[in-house]
């Protein structure tokens, strides 16, 4: 009898044990999750000005402020041989600068690539040429 006693006592306890890890497993997974929806409200982004819209003049695009330093590209690998590179610049859109990072493309024969640039204006404005393939070489 004393026998079925301590095995009773073994799977009540076991079965209590079993529960305990059960409720930790628990409240592990709220704890994961109540993190996570924690963590999703948080966005790291530079604070950055947002100026007036731009306006297009010619083939230029005028800004309201000077654009920021030029990121550091790590120039990967070529696609393909013959591959050119086209660096990242800054561009203006919805009032405000926005990084374009570079990427290869094909060579087009009879056209030379001018890559976009940005120059102060007569009146005090930054000035954006957005380069691109021209006909000819330079």
Same mark, same amino acid.
């Given at each position: 009898?004393?026998?079925?006693?301590?095995?009773?006592?073994?799977?009540?306890?076991?079965?209590?044990?079993? =529960?305990?890890?059960?409720?930790?497993?628990?409240?592990?997974?709220?704890?994961?999750?109540?993190?996570? %929806?924690?963590?999703?409200?948080?966005?790291?982004?530079?604070?950055?000005?947002?100026?007036?819209?731009?306006?297009?003049?010619?083939?230029?695009?005028?800004?309201?402020?000077?654009?920021?330093?030029?990121?550091?590209?790590?120039?990967?690998?070529?696609?393909?041989?013959?591959?050119?590179?086209?660096?990242?610049?800054? =561009?203006?859109?919805?009032?405000? !600068?926005?990084?374009?990072?570079? !990427?290869? =493309?094909?060579?087009?024969?009879?056209?030379?690539?001018?890559?976009?640039?940005? !120059? %102060?204006?007569? =009146?005090?404005?930054?000035?954006? !040429?957005?380069?691109?393939?021209?006909?000819?070489?330079?």
């Amino acid at each position: 009898m004393q026998n079925r006693q301590e095995q009773g006592a073994r799977t009540v306890a076991a079965i209590r044990l079993g =529960d305990i890890l059960r409720r930790g497993r628990t409240w592990w997974a709220v704890g994961a999750v109540a993190g996570a %929806a924690a963590l999703s409200g948080c966005a790291v982004v530079p604070a950055s000005p947002v100026y007036g819209p731009g306006y297009y003049q010619g083939e230029y695009i005028a800004g309201a402020g000077a654009p920021p330093a030029p990121y550091v590209e790590t120039i990967p690998l070529a696609p393909f041989v013959g591959a050119i590179w086209i660096g990242g610049f800054w =561009d203006w859109e919805g009032g405000r !600068h926005v990084w374009r990072p570079g !990427h290869y =493309d094909r060579p087009r024969p009879g056209f030379s690539y001018r890559q976009p640039g940005w !120059h %102060a204006g007569p =009146d005090g404005r930054w000035m954006l !040429h957005r380069g691109g393939w021209e006909r000819g070489r330079r």
